[in-house]
T-cell receptor
Framework: ETGVTQSPTHLIKTRGQQVTLRCSSQ?????VSWYQQALGQGPQFIFQ???????GRGNFPPRFSGLQFPNYSSELNVNALELDDSALYLC?????????????FGPGTRLTVL | AQSVSQHNHHVILSEAASLELGCNYS??????LFWYVQYPGQHLQLLLK??????LVKGIKGFEAEFIKSKFSFNLRKPSVQWSDTAEYFC????????????FGGGTRVLVKP
């Protein structure tokens, strides 16, 4: 257990729908990153939030968006779902304050798009 | 942009055999290097990390990795595996200029037969 929690654990949606995934960061952490892990692949960086602002983005379209709240928890929103969005979505939290610090991963939300 | 490649997608071993998983990255700048493990049904956990100093790093559960800068490699080793080492292993790179972003390899699924 890392102290990073995600909800829901599983989710089934249909194409074109919108989804919101949630992440609570570990106590003392101020930065949250989101990753997409498609079946049989390694996690891919979606974006990172620091002090409630997006602070780095991977190669994902604008229909992937996020929020970070004052308590450092975060949401990942995906609009206009496509079949290829089916994946495990991982949240990782860390403390940003200079040097790189270890990221702690949550258990993930498995999204299935039908 | 950085990329990470892991040479083996699947490895099957017997208990007590030695394990070596290859990892190469492409990036011209300074990097931090990691190996993560994902046990069945569990979240990603950090096995070991290299930031600087001795290129041979030791991690948890008897794992070690060697950073060879000239080869852009960070191979993972364990002299004698156990059945409980059955898991998926991911090599990851953080380019120091890219904040907290991690770039993962595709993973190697390791099955240790009792």
């Amino acid at each position: 257990e890392t102290g990073v929690t995600q909800s829901p654990t599983h989710l089934i949606k249909t194409r074109g729908q919108q989804v919101t995934l949630r992440c609570s960061s570990q106590s003392g952490h101020n930065t949250v990153s989101w990753y997409q892990q498609a079946l049989g692949q390694g996690p891919q960086f979606i974006f990172q939030y620091y002090r409630e602002e997006e602070n780095g983005r991977g190669n994902f379209p604008p229909r992937f968006s996020g929020l970070q709240f004052p308590n450092y928890s975060s949401e990942l929103n995906v609009n206009a779902l496509e079949l290829d969005d089916s994946a495990l979505y991982l949240c990782a939290s860390t403390f940003s304050g200079g040097e790189y610090n270890e990221q702690f991963f949550g258990p993930g939300t498995r999204l299935t798009v039908l | 942009a950085q990329s990470v490649s892991q040479h083996n997608h699947h490895v099957i071993l017997s208990e007590a055999a030695s394990l070596e998983l290859g990892c190469n990255y492409s990036y011209g700048g300074t990097v931090n290097l990691f190996w993560y493990v994902q046990y069945p049904g569990q979240h990603l956990q950090l096995l070991l990390k290299y930031f600087s100093g001795d290129p041979l790093v030791k991690g948890i559960k008897g794992f070690e990795a060697e950073f060879i800068k000239s080869k852009f490699s960070f191979n993972l080793r364990k002299p004698s595996v156990q059945w409980s080492d059955t898991a998926e292993y991911f090599c990851a790179v953080n380019a120091r200029a890219a904040g907290n972003k991690l770039t993962f390899g595709g993973g190697t699924r390791v099955l240790v037969k009792p």
